[in-house]
């Protein structure tokens, strides 16, 4: 079955008022509405919902060169950020800048520049260098841009160590000189990284007199965040909702004043046996194609039919090394390519390939220019909606087919809903409105049963589509991550701790009020060292933005030694590596395994279920428990430690201090957050 989703723009107008109509890029921008809010607004906190092409992110580039603003922006994985790098070098390059004027406006901070500094220099101080250009990276006060991964900014804030010596410092209130701090794609934000976030816009509001900084969320697909801004503390009125839905132009031709978004395109839906069916039948359609994006669900499929797509593009007269693999585990890899096998490597241009063939990681601005995809359909509506939105951008006319599935129908609801309207529409032609509106029904009819908060002065416009809700726990990992950082040493006096303390969030309070009444049991000599071990660790637990899980670094002895880091889960599920190999470990504690051939050489035929487990810790004992880390982790973590069966040598603690026990469980309950043994997290990289 297959409908057609007619092509839909935005009005755009020039810095006087008046429309006008121009493209991206091309020297003479004008902006939409939601664009120039972005760019002039002096809200303190903006959230941003605009459909995929329409500029979001642009905007920020053109403050940097037309305002001298200072921007930070705050992506989510290391290929956005050198995406977003590569933009904006190509735009200083147009402007005749040199390679040396480029670095001096613009620079990425994430693990893959870190590696690239070490490399020249195995001595040199990351974190001085990060302060001096957080401190001014262009010079005579022009503009300039850092784009950073969460968890470098995470570091900064974090890190114990004074690396300048004397009384340098480094806090939050250094980055708050920033004109623009921007979180894109927030769609992808944790509710146990959101502390980071929350903390920006919290100062941006709390301080807006003395700070320049205004934040900025981002995402084609949002989730509803205010609620927790609020609740963390920011003030409703200093909130904007920014959504381009409102004025989204819809229809057949495209006025003048309007900039397009995507043409028309072509959406179908059938039930093949796997991808590599869909892929034969549109061989034809691939090959006329500059590019085609080809996104799987489930990245254990993607690598199960890798040899097999190999094969079928080769037949096709489609050199494999010609196709970029996009995903977790090829993306750790910074360049691949050998010929009769598929490129794979962060740093290649996804632009310059014919296919690309990826996972949900495609899903985060990585740059192509496709107008037709074949995908699989993600496992949230979001997913879907991203997918879809990277085809056929621009005023042209794009496809998208996509495999369904009856076992994942069966598990997801809204996919079963959307297969039954899409029969309803069969050969019609309908709007983005309502397929945006099909994919979110279940959400919105969730927020329409809750009451809006009644301070605040701007809910939103009635058409953003929001594509879930973060919890409510995310207020208190939030407050988690206060207190952590309010306890960072450099400002643990003077003016910034007076800041810090006068204006601590309610939630930052309570988690402080608690970790006071667990360290109580250091009174008990027999659990002391539980107690002090279990609430640091808990503290840790905020400097974990993400809860991606434990990795191992595979080495392939031959094919030059290259490397992949993949989570220790998939090993032992999809591979037999973990079985035959054993695991050393690195100078820095880094976990790994050398292998005698290729990654894939060493598939299971048959994926094993392997449940995912967790070594955790109590603060009333040094004895631990193994926990399936699911749904109920939370409430099996509070039952046994209420459960003195299991413990009996500390019977004792649990009727001398309830009041510690009770505000333990407090904790674990309020954030969700579950203390294990697991190694410490990387501190460029801030997963396990």
């Not at 708050?176 to 769609?187: G, K, L, N, S, T």
């Amino acid at each position: 079955m297959e409908l057609t989703v007619i092509k839909h723009a935005i009005p755009v107008r020039s810095e006087n008022g008046k429309t006008s109509h121009s493209r991206v890029g091309s020297g003479n921008e004008k902006f939409s509405e939601l664009q120039w809010q972005l760019r002039k607004s002096d809200s303190p906190v903006r959230i941003a919902e605009a459909p995929t092409g329409a500029g979001k992110s642009f905007v920020f580039r053109c403050a940097v060169k037309q305002d001298n603003a200072r921007v930070l922006f705050i992506v989510p994985t290391r290929r956005l950020a050198q995406n977003m790098l590569d933009d904006m070098c190509k735009e200083f390059e147009r402007d005749g800048l040199s390679k040396d004027q480029i670095e001096r406006r613009v620079c990425v901070w994430s693990k893959d520049q870190t590696m690239d500094l070490r490399a020249k220099d195995p001595d040199i101080r990351i974190k001085a260098i990060r302060m001096n250009e957080a401190q001014s990276l262009a010079p005579f006060g022009r503009g300039d841009m850092i784009i950073a991964i969460p968890e470098t900014i995470s570091y900064l804030l974090t890190d114990q160590r004074n690396i300048l010596g004397g009384n340098s410092r480094f806090s939050i209130f250094d980055l708050m000189a920033f004109d623009h701090i921007v979180f894109d794609e927030f769609h992808t934000i944790e509710p146990r990284g959101f502390g980071l976030a929350a903390m920006f816009a919290y100062f941006a509001s709390r301080f807006r007199e003395s700070f320049p900084a205004r934040v900025s969320f981002l995402s084609a697909t949002p989730l509803h965040i205010r609620p927790v801004l609020e609740g963390f503390g920011v003030s409703p009125q200093h909130i904007r909702n920014l959504s381009e839905s409102e004025n989204l132009k819809e229809g057949d031709k495209i006025a003048e004043d309007c900039r397009a978004i995507h043409g028309d395109v072509r959406l179908r839906m059938d039930k093949w046996d796997s991808m590599l069916d869909a892929v034969e039948e549109y061989a034809s359609e691939i090959l006329r194609q500059k590019m085609t994006v080809i996104i799987y669900n489930a990245l254990m499929d993607l690598r199960d039919q890798r040899s097999q797509l190999e094969h079928i593009f080769e037949q096709m007269g489609i050199a494999p090394e010609n196709c970029l693999l996009i995903n977790s585990i090829d993306d750790t890899d910074s360049e691949y390519i050998e010929p009769g096998r598929f490129a794979a490597g962060r740093t290649l241009d996804p632009r310059n390939f014919k296919v690309l063939i990826a996972t949900s990681s495609v899903e985060m601005g990585v740059n192509f220019d496709a107008n037709l995809l074949l995908m699989e359909p993600g496992f949230e509506p979001l997913n879907f909606l991203q997918r879809y939105g990277r085809a056929a951008r621009g005023n042209v006319e794009g496809q998208v087919v996509v495999r369904a599935d009856d076992r994942i129908m069966k598990r997801k609801r809204w996919l079963k809903l959307l297969w039954r309207w899409m029969e309803e529409h069969d050969g019609k032609r309908v709007s983005i409105r309502n397929l945006t509106e099909k994919l979110t029904e279940s959400v919105q009819k969730r927020f329409r049963q809750k009451i809006v908060h009644p301070e605040s002065a701007d809910t939103g416009s009635p058409d953003t589509a929001y594509f879930g809700q973060l919890p409510g726990r995310a207020v208190y990992t939030a407050g988690l991550y206060y207190h952590v950082v309010e306890n960072h040493w450099a400002i643990r006096k003077g003016d910034q701790k007076i800041h810090f303390s006068n204006n601590r969030p309610a939630s930052a309070k309570t988690i402080w009020s608690c970790l006071q009444n667990v360290r109580g049991l250091d009174k008990l000599p027999f659990v002391r060292n539980a107690a002090d071990q279990w609430c640091k660790a808990f503290e840790n637990e905020a400097l974990k933005l993400r809860n991606i899980g434990a990795s191992v670094r595979v080495i392939e002895d031959i094919n030059k030694g290259r490397e992949y880091q993949v989570q220790e889960l998939y090993l032992q599920c999809s591979t037999v590596i973990l079985k035959l190999f054993p695991v050393q470990f690195r100078d820095n504690g880094e976990p790994e395994v050398r292998i005698p051939g290729r990654f894939d050489d060493f598939r299971r035929d048959k994926r094993e279920y392997v449940e995912k487990t967790i070594t955790v810790l109590f603060p009333h004992t040094s004895k631990t428990a193994t926990l399936p880390d699911n749904y109920e982790i939370v409430h099996n973590w509070c039952r046994l430690l209420r459960d003195p069966r299991g413990f009996m040598a500390t019977q004792d603690s649990l009727k001398m201090a309830p009041k510690a026990m009770r505000a333990a469980e407090s904790l674990v309950r309020m954030t969700g957050l579950i203390v294990s043994d697991d190694t410490e997290p990387d501190a460029e990289s801030g997963v396990m």
